[in-house]
């Protein structure tokens, strides 16, 4: 089906090659994902205002809350820019979306902002720009790309797939900020996977990359920060350890894992955690946010919150699994596995179960570039489900 103008209307040049509203199915989008979503998002907001209005924001950095809401009033139209991408536009071009974020990694240490001894911002006029989130989904659409006809059958089938992940992981290692830059492998492997990898090559893979892991180890090739954050969440596993590094290394897992301690049930109040109160714990309002929020809504709000996002990442795999196209679908798929992955190392990190890294929670945080490409990642996913596809391919009645 060609993919001409909205009737009555004039084309706009080739935007219309690029959107199109007429071929979006807007009774047949998924618009309790949607809901979901907005939902996270407004909780998040909820958390954020509170915790501006603590004690500790006035009396150091106020101004987080308007910051984030005008964030969001810049990113969130991403969504409806996204469901309007036309299916064939954005695999046609797969290839140079890939490499406009890989340009965007380049371009960091030469233009981009130093902070805490890291290069990973560009200046933009109303929020700085991280390339690294962006490439994320880069490194989604272009596997999306490059899986839609590959089974997976040999050996050399698997040679462009990764290299498509493994360029953008080395750029983002090198600003440095091997945390991002290893969030990029459960949604690479799991793209391989729903593309038709065996588990058991994978796993195969896995045990490659932990030997890689420890011959970059005994080369020194990992910075002293970087295995000084790996021994201290070692340590804290016994409480004395913990206890003992918590005015060192473990200064932020202490105060993360004490936070979540003092929510209890149901939790001390909205805006009344100690986390918030004394601004202990570092990165509340993004990276650290699940901690405050354990705390000030219990076991029971932070259940809820897990269960939310496990819902929208269900609810994106069954919309996926419902795509003829296997390039959509493989591209809906790449999108729940984006949010797994940044829920599960972030909540993970917070309850000390992983080592110490900055990431988001997509939706929760803080965070122009996170929230940037959130949004877009979401508009994708649920235009994608939307659109009119001609294509019908081999496996497409396949479940994952």
Request: net charge positive; hydrophobic share 50%; glycine share 10%.
């Amino acid at each position: 089906m060609s993919a001409g103008p909205v009737r009555g209307t004039r084309p706009l040049g080739g935007t219309t090659r690029i959107l199109s509203l007429r071929h979006v199915r807007w009774t047949e989008v998924d618009w309790h994902l949607l809901v979901v979503a907005l939902v996270l998002l407004l909780f998040g907001l909820e958390f954020i205002r509170a915790m501006d209005a603590s004690p500790s924001s006035r009396l150091r950095e106020a101004g987080h809350y308007a910051g984030h809401l005008k964030k969001v009033a810049i990113t969130l139209p991403l969504t409806a820019l996204g469901m309007c991408i036309r299916p064939s536009w954005l695999r046609r071009h797969a290839v140079w979306i890939y490499a406009g974020t890989l340009l965007l990694l380049l371009l960091v240490p030469l233009v981009g902002d130093e902070r805490n001894n890291a290069r990973r911002w560009i200046q933009l006029p109303h929020f700085d720009l991280q390339p690294s989130e962006l490439a994320k989904l880069g490194v989604i659409v272009m596997l999306a790309s490059l899986l839609a006809r590959n089974r997976l059958a040999q050996v050399g089938d698997w040679v462009r797939p990764l290299l498509a992940a493994l360029v953008p992981m080395a750029l983002v290692a090198l600003q440095p900020d091997l945390g991002t830059a290893l969030t990029i492998v459960p949604v690479t492997l799991g793209m391989l996977y729903l593309a038709g990898a065996r588990a058991r090559t994978l796993a195969l893979l896995c045990g490659l990359g932990l030997l890689v892991a420890a011959a970059a180890f005994e080369f020194g090739l990992i910075r002293a920060y970087q295995l000084g954050r790996v021994e201290t969440w070692a340590a804290s596993f016994e409480p004395e350890g913990l206890i003992e590094q918590k005015n060192r290394l473990g200064f932020h897992v202490y105060h993360a894992r004490t936070a979540i301690g003092n929510g209890g049930l149901f939790g001390r109040g909205m805006g009344e955690g100690i986390a918030n109160e004394t601004g202990y714990l570092p990165e509340r309002d993004c990276d650290s946010i699940f901690a405050v929020m354990a705390e000030e809504s219990g076991f029971v709000g932070a259940s809820a919150l897990l269960f939310l996002y496990t819902l929208l990442v269900v609810l994106l795999m069954i919309s996926a699994s419902g795509l003829r196209d296997r390039f959509s679908r493989l591209v809906v798929g790449g999108v729940a596995l984006y949010f797994a992955a940044h829920m599960v190392i972030n909540v993970s990190v917070n309850l000390g179960l992983l080592p110490m890294t900055g990431l988001p929670l997509p939706l929760f945080s803080t965070g122009g570039s996170s929230l940037l490409a959130t949004f877009l990642g979401l508009g994708l996913a649920l235009g994608l489900a939307s659109h009119h596809v001609t294509s019908l391919d081999q496996d497409a009645f396949r479940t994952f």
